[in-house]
T-cell receptor, first 116, second 116 residues
Framework: AQSVTQLDSHVSVSEGTPVLLRCNYS??????LFWYVQHPNKGLQLLLK??????LVKGINGFEAEFKKSETSFHLTKPSAHMSDAAEYFC??????????????FGTGTQLKVEL | GAGVSQSPRYKVAKRGQDVALRCDPI?????LFWYQQALGQGPEFLTY????????KSGLPSDRFFAERPEGSVSTLKIQRTQQEDSAVYLC??????????????FGPGTRLTVL
């Protein structure tokens, strides 16, 4: 079984400073990993995904994440936070389902607050 | 629109009532998923369809929960004899195909169910 652990339930940064949201995964095989963002009253949006290609993955809105197998980590970063980045962020691992589909297992989420 | 849509967006039910939640996936998407998101938590997998076939329902919490997708497009999640613990946001997602573990799932805005 696969799982993800998000190490911080809340992160607060000042606008213009770097963002780091931490995620560790557990999987018995090479996983597919994702970061999703959820703004209030909006649907989940995919930020980026890792599927065993390049270990440094670039996503939308300036976010990126690095897959580190030795540390079983997939931390999300952004060099400079913007007010519009304030949202809930979910680290997600994908696992196989019967019939070939993929089941997403979500972390508990990290609420990012961006202050002026 | 081109995205996943869900209706109703909000539903209030009295304990014991039956409810039906609808999901319209992106046209042409083979796979459809239902997730349950309790307050302050990440979404949790409920069930998965590939076309009209329900291939995995391991996440359904009880036999009061039932999902169908009779024509391989629109799906309905039905909850019978609702209980207060059923209060949550129910998310629907669709993806193009089922064979690739990295296939992106596109999420709808969710239906917020409140059971009084």
């Amino acid at each position: 079984a696969q799982s993800v652990t998000q190490l911080d339930s809340h992160v607060s940064v000042s606008e213009g400073t770097p963002v780091l949201l931490r995620c560790n995964y557990s999987s018995s095989y090479s996983p597919s990993l994702f970061w999703y963002v959820q703004h209030p009253n909006k649907g989940l949006q995919l930020l980026l995904k890792y599927t065993s290609a390049a270990t440094l993955v670039k996503g939308i809105n300036g976010f990126e994440a690095e897959f580190k197998k030795s540390e079983t980590s997939f931390h999300l970063t952004k060099p400079s936070a913007h007010m519009s980045d304030a949202a809930e962020y979910f680290c997600v691992v994908s696992g196989a389902l019967t019939g070939g589909g993929n089941k997403l297992t979500f972390g508990t989420g990290t609420q990012l607050k961006v202050e002026l | 629109g081109a995205g996943v849509s869900q209706s109703p967006r909000y539903k209030v039910a009295k304990r014991g009532q039956d409810v039906a939640l609808r999901c319209d996936p992106i046209s042409g998407h083979v796979s459809l998923f239902w997730y349950q998101q309790a307050l302050g938590q990440g979404p949790e997998f409920l069930t998965y369809f590939q076309n009209e076939a329900q291939l995995d329902k391991s996440g359904l919490p009880s036999d009061r929960f039932f999902a169908e997708r009779p024509e391989g497009s629109v799906s309905t999640l039905k909850i019978q004899r609702t209980q207060q613990e059923d209060s949550a946001v129910y998310l629907c997602a669709s993806s193009l195909g089922g064979r690739t573990s990295g296939s992106e799932q596109f999420f709808g805005p969710g239906t917020r169910l409140t059971v009084l």
